[in-house]
């Protein structure tokens, strides 16, 4: 997962409050909860809002654990970011 510096991202309550949902959904998505859901809703995301964050999320990973179960690495990402030694 991508790291960086959130409270210095200038994200509203809300898009942090999506951030870390999805960010449970990727580590442990079996300890999500209705409260975690009802949150959202408090912050002003919609049902569907909710779920496409939630597919975006699962198919990411989806992705990801293919491509490392196949050995593909992402052409030209490491590269283009100025990661490579």
Sequence with gaps: M?????????????ERALLDYVTKVTEAAYRTTSEDVQG?????????QIAEAVYITAMFAFFNRVADA????????????????
């Excluded at 959202?40 to 569907?48: A, D, F, M, P, Q």
């Design 40 to 48: 959202l809703r408090n912050h002003g995301w919609t049902e569907r």
């Design 2 to 14: 991508a790291k960086g510096n959130l409270e210095e991202a200038g994200l509203t309550p809300a």
């Design 70 to 85: 196949f050995g593909i690495a992402p052409q030209g990402y490491l590269e283009m970011n100025g990661l490579t030694k």
